[in-house]
């Protein structure tokens, strides 16, 4: 591949609803959308969504990471090779610039797959991408009412897999479970503090008042309070998801993984994309620690698209998959089609939204992403 130009933009697409929890209350997405032409005329996009009380990275910050490396980029990335060489190269920049390398770097991939004619199964090595994948329903921290009509809304689509956004006040959280198991007695539940308690302690509590047991709690403790996690690690009666905490392959060795009780969200915009990504998968199965297939709120398809070639290589570990919310959460989408789950929370691949012969991420672009308001 030789690259003609990589260029950026943000992307402010409204929400059909407003989506709450501790750390954030979004009415739009946050993203930055990358999108590389070769000289063969091939174009590729890339996407990253910065969170600032996840990785500190803004917007603007993501524009400024592209704008110093174009240059090198373009003149240096030619292969799969080279891009694996760039990421070991640079892994104390990407490590606090995920979200940004990651729309760079899956926007070289798709680029770089169309030049090949294949897709990016076939230029990363991994399986053809196939099967169905299962969703789970994410609530956030609506009122009362709104979170019953959701609920309802879920059940109605056949969704028995439920991520909670929690308040850490028990009474309230309790009716919201409860409301979840009135209408699915057989739910699956995983709550998600974003990081409420500063002690093991004041978790341990939390969880003993509860009106019932969850099947994991993510982010309790602030991020990457490694000692106190540890210690909560060695009572908790409930698995701990790890997200904040785990932003990259240097945040394993700190935790104790010798009670079977981590799990770890692995999100490809927080990762850095793609390639690490993947090299933390391999690196959580291998430990066989549980992976749950996460997203950022306001996800385009074209992330979507991403995390199913992740989520189709470790399948045996995957313990859930979060995302593919479409034109359900965003008022409009950047793919032709939008990448959606369908009824009981599935997504089946190749599906409508996937199209084989058009390579890359196999997906439809709106035309003209750069010169409009999308």
């Not at 309790?174 to 004041?202: C, Q």
């Not at 104790?256 to 981590?262: A, K």
């Not at 770890?264 to 391999?282: D, E, H, P, Q, T």
Request: hydrophobic share 40%; net charge negative; charged share 20%.
């Amino acid at each position: 591949m030789n690259i003609r130009d990589i260029q950026a933009r943000t992307l402010e697409i409204p929400f059909r609803l407003n989506f709450k929890h501790h750390s954030a209350d979004r009415s739009r997405t946050q993203t930055i959308l990358v999108r590389t032409r070769t000289l063969n005329e091939h174009v590729g996009f890339g996407e990253g969504c910065p969170r600032e009380y996840v990785t500190s990275e803004t917007l603007s910050g993501c524009l400024a990471f592209l704008e110093q490396h174009t240059t090198d980029l373009t003149d240096n990335i030619h292969s799969v090779s080279d891009l694996a060489t760039w990421i070991d190269q640079h892994e104390h920049q990407i490590d606090t610039n995920p979200a940004a390398w990651c729309a760079i770097e899956l926007s070289l991939l798709d680029a770089m797959s169309k030049d090949l004619g294949q897709s990016i199964e076939a230029t990363l090595g991994t399986p053809p991408l196939s099967g169905t994948f299962q969703y789970t329903a994410v609530l956030g921290d609506n009122s009362q009412t709104a979170f019953a009509e959701l609920v309802t809304r879920y059940v109605a689509l056949g969704f028995d897999d439920f991520k909670v956004k929690i308040t850490g006040e028990e009474k309230n959280d309790s009716e919201k479970l409860s409301l979840v198991l009135n209408a699915a007695p057989e739910a699956r539940i995983r709550l998600d503090a974003n990081n409420i308690w500063e002690t093991a302690g004041e978790v341990l509590a939390y969880l003993s008042e509860l009106s019932c047991t969850p099947f994991a709690l993510e982010e309790p403790l602030q991020p990457r309070a490694f000692s106190e996690l540890n210690r909560l690690l060695a009572k908790t009666p409930v698995p701990i998801i790890l997200d904040e905490s785990f932003l990259n392959k240097g945040h394993f060795e700190p935790i104790d993984t010798t009670n079977n009780n981590v799990f770890v969200n692995v999100r490809v915009s927080k990762m850095g994309g793609l390639i690490r990504s993947r090299a933390i998968a391999r690196l959580l199965s291998d430990a066989h620690i549980p992976i749950i297939i996460g997203a950022q709120v306001g996800e385009t398809s074209l992330l979507t698209r991403a995390a199913l070639c992740l989520a189709n290589e470790f399948d045996d570990g995957v313990i859930a998959q979060e995302g593919a919310f479409g034109t359900l959460l965003l008022e409009t989408d950047i793919t032709d089609e939008s990448l959606m789950f369908g009824s009981n929370g599935r997504l089946v691949c190749p599906g409508a939204a996937i199209d084989v012969a058009a390579n890359g991420f196999e997906i439809r672009y709106k035309s003209d992403l750069f010169g409009t308001n999308v």
